[in-house]
């Protein structure tokens, strides 16, 4: 490719903000993405990220990492009228691409790269435009998709634009995570080249694998008494995540045993609908919602639960469902998306189908007193995980490794 391999300039463009991690992860430095973008930077290469600006746009060195911000205007605008919807939706979307892009070929005017990363369909986009425009190799980079789910639909077109656009647009490879979205199948319909498509995992922190802790103190320390089960709820508080369908289950739940807490770990838009629905239900106090905690906290709280629950619309093999895995949990979760392909019903989790939802109350009731039946399904998942799941470490270096090859 015309380039030296020991020594590459890799742009990244990112549609999100580094303030957003401290949202959904507890902060960048918490998140994959960093670890991918240190682990570059270790192998040798220079690498330079760009993101929208949360406030003031500034340039800077984040741990080796460049970090160049720029402003994205009109990104909090609400339609006055539904109609309008699609329309600010697709100017937003575009409006971002070109100042994302005008942004990295400014900065390539003194730093000119050997390849360029397109995150997410805004990014995709940008990438392939400074790849045009330097004639280097872009890849794209998608996080799951909505689009095989959105398929079905007469509509998916206005459903899925901007993903349609980064699926179909020229690239080396295009990269998804196989979060049981099924991209790949997505990928297939719309006939991406098989040799173009990377559909890996993320994987979890090595320290996962490894956790011990005392629980009996981390009880103590959340002021839980040590004799209350815990069933846990772990995930970005939106609507398609289905945490209102664990709550819905609740009066359920405590009319047949009490002794019980339900913790919601994550924050998002949804946390106060979700809490005046507990308070309607007249369950809060068995009901205790933690706000966003930060990934060396998540295992923690999930090898404190006897029972994760996971009830999301469109997959649950989220990195939720594997660090889960990983850290032996006795798993219930809803057969959507690709679920099925890694939980198998009674050997390493409880697997509900959509028309079994109102089974969720006594499945999880006959879970709390049949300590057995717990145990087997933990041995199960933590089984499955040894054999299956990628460390971190180990999925990163995939991924310079193909970068490198690229070159080499």
């Known amino acids: 490719m015309g380039a030296d391999a020991s020594k590459l300039k890799i742009f990244r463009i990112s549609p999100w903000p580094l303030l957003l991690y401290k949202e959904k992860e507890g902060g960048f430095s ?8 240190k682990k570059f930077v270790e192998a040798g290469h220079e690498v330079h990220y760009i993101v929208p600006a949360s406030n003031t746009p ?6 080796g990492i460049h970090v160049h911000e720029f402003r994205h205007l009109f990104k909090n605008i609400s339609p006055p009228a539904l109609w309008l919807g699609f329309v600010v939706r697709i100017v937003s979307f575009f409006l971002l691409v070109v100042l994302a892009t005008m942004k990295t070929l400014q900065i390539s005017r003194k730093t000119r790269p050997n390849l360029v990363y397109g995150c997410a369909p805004p990014g995709a986009l940008a990438a392939y435009a400074v790849g045009k425009v330097h004639n280097i190799p872009n890849i794209t980079r998608l996080y799951g998709t909505f689009l095989y789910g959105h398929l ?7 459903k899925s634009f901007e993903e349609f656009l980064a699926f179909k647009i020229q690239c080396q490879f295009l990269m998804i995570t196989n979060d049981g979205t099924r991209g790949d199948v997505a990928a297939k319909i719309l006939g ?12 979890v922190p090595a320290r996962v694998f490894k956790l011990e802790f005392n629980v009996a103190e981390f009880k103590k320390k959340l002021g839980i008494p040590l004799d ?6 772990v995930c970005r508080l939106v609507k398609w995540k289905g945490v209102d369908r664990l709550i819905r289950a609740i009066p359920s739940i405590v009319s047949k045993y009490n002794n019980v807490l339900f913790l919601v770990v994550g924050d998002g838009p949804e946390r106060k609908n979700l809490e005046v629905l507990s308070a309607k239900l007249l369950v809060t106090d068995y009901v205790r919602f933690t706000g966003t905690v930060s990934h060396d906290a998540i295992g923690l709280y999930i090898k404190l639960a006897d029972i994760f629950v996971s009830l999301f619309d469109y997959s649950n093999v989220g990195s939720q469902l594997l660090e889960a895995l990983t850290c032996g949990a006795c798993i219930v979760t809803l057969n959507s998306g690709g679920t099925g392909e890694i939980i198998r019903d009674g050997v390493n989790g409880i697997l509900l189908e959509y028309d079994e939802l109102d089974r969720l109350p006594n499945t999880i009731v006959e879970l709390l007193r049949n300590e057995e039946m717990m145990e087997r399904l933990r041995r199960g998942a933590y089984n499955y995980a040894v054999k299956h799941i990628l460390t971190w470490d180990e999925r990163a270096e995939m991924e310079v490794k193909l970068v490198e090859d690229l070159f080499g």
């Open 152 to 158: 079905q639909s007469s509509l998916w077109l206005v």
């Open 58 to 63: 500034k340039d800077f060195v984040y741990h």
């Open 228 to 233: 209350r089960k815990i069933v846990i709820s």
């Open 30 to 37: 918490s998140s994959f993405e960093y670890f991918l973008l």
């Open 192 to 203: 991406v080249p098989p040799e173009r498509l990377k559909f890996w995992m993320n994987g």
